[in-house]
């Protein structure tokens, strides 16, 4: 079943703004992990955020996470034409066995 | 680093064709998993594996079968290929505890005709 759900599907953004990506979810999490696929290749983890966690920062990363709302945010500033990429939410519904569910994800283009 | 690779990057099959996806990692991960994507569907995990010979279905996982025989290793398998299991599948990793990534191979684009 699906659990995060990204917004918006693709975003197009010059190089040096800022990108925002948000994520919805459906049931009561464990932790939230964004994750980065380049095209056509594995998944790379970015950041995780626990349940109890309100917001984090990691390089030009910054994570929120809202468990009242069900919803997180993954901005990331000062954009490069290297952060072309899909972005992808998953969500740990603490199951007993860490499965993630991902969302469909997020298409950024950022243009030099 | 971490590294997971799979067996095979890109794959050709025809249908009725027995497939094995391979997946090893390097890191004495407990935990395995098996995806596959398409387009507008994102991530759709189809088994997990929590330790050697142990497995448990994910999301979708009819149609196929895993085989763990050694910690490191993780076959996915296609009993008799379809059109329709036409995908890239991605193989991940993670050591256990709730607080961890997962760490991802390169995938494998199998097409089936």
């Known amino acids: 079943s699906q659990q995060g759900e990204e917004d918006p599907q693709a975003l197009s953004i010059q190089e040096g703004e800022n990108a925002t990506m948000n994520c919805s979810y459906k049931?009561?999490?464990?932790?939230l992990q964004w994750y980065r696929q380049n095209s056509g290749r594995g998944l790379v983890h970015l950041i995780l955020i626990r349940s109890n966690e309100r917001e984090k920062h990691s390089g030009r990363l910054r994570v929120t996470l809202d468990t009242s709302k069900k919803s997180s945010s993954l901005l990331i500033t000062a954009s490069r034409a290297a952060d072309t990429a899909s972005y992808f939410c998953a969500t740990d519904a603490n199951s007993g066995y860490s499965t993630l569910t991902f969302g469909k994800g997020t298409m950024l283009l950022v243009s030099p | 680093d971490v590294k997971v690779t799979q067996s095979s990057r890109y794959l050709v099959k025809r249908t009725g064709e027995k497939v094995f996806l391979e997946c090893v990692q390097d890191?004495?991960?407990?935990?395995m998993f098996w995806y596959r994507q398409d387009p507008g569907l994102g991530l759709r995990l189809i088994y997990f594996?929590?330790?050697?010979?142990?497995?448990e279905k994910g999301d979708i996982p009819e149609g196929y079968s895993v085989s763990r025989e050694k910690k490191e290793r993780f076959s996915l398998i296609l009993e008799s290929a379809s059109t329709n299991q036409t995908s890239m599948y991605l193989c991940?990793?993670?050591?256990?505890?709730?607080?961890?990534?997962?760490?991802f191979g390169p995938g494998t684009r199998l097409t089936v005709l």
């Open positions: 890191m004495d991960h407990e935990n």
């Open positions: 991940a990793s993670k050591t256990s505890g709730d607080y961890n990534e997962q760490f």
């Open positions: 594996s929590y330790d050697v010979k142990m497995k």
């Open positions: 049931t009561s999490i464990n932790n």
